[in-house]
């Protein structure tokens, strides 16, 4: 199992940018299918965007998509997470999550053993 921290999350107005970042210890990082997922509150668990071993196919939920960047790099063992044109409805705590099982990575959380505890995005109206 590979372990998990993000970090980057802040309050920030409707319209400005935030850069999220998951780090992964272990060994073999590029193994790992990745994820992004968030919680809203009073809301359930909702995927955000995903990206395969090598970083060259990426997916996203159409409520980020064109707003949202995934990349991963390897080398450094870290997701990063781009957001712009953020929204009051973007306020959510954000988990990144991994597992080798799937090399394009997944849509479902359930598919991923492996999350870090979470970062919280607040966006201000």
């Known amino acids: 199992q590979v372990q998990l921290v993000e970090s980057g999350g802040g309050l920030v107005q409707a319209g400005g940018s935030l850069r999220l970042s998951c780090a992964a210890s272990g060994r073999s990082f590029s193994s790992y299918g990745m994820g992004w997922f968030r919680q809203g509150p009073g809301k359930e668990r909702e995927f955000v965007a995903t990206?395969?071993?090598?970083?060259?196919?990426?997916t996203y939920a159409d409520s980020v998509k064109g707003r949202f960047t995934i990349s991963r790099d390897n080398a450094k063992n870290t997701m990063y997470l781009q957001m712009n044109s953020l929204k009051p409805e973007d306020t959510a705590v954000y988990y990144c999550a991994a597992d080798p099982k799937f090399a394009y990575g997944s849509r479902r959380a359930a598919d991923f053993g492996s999350w870090g505890p979470g970062t919280l995005v607040t966006v201000s109206s």
């Open positions: 990206i395969s071993l090598s970083g060259g196919t990426t």
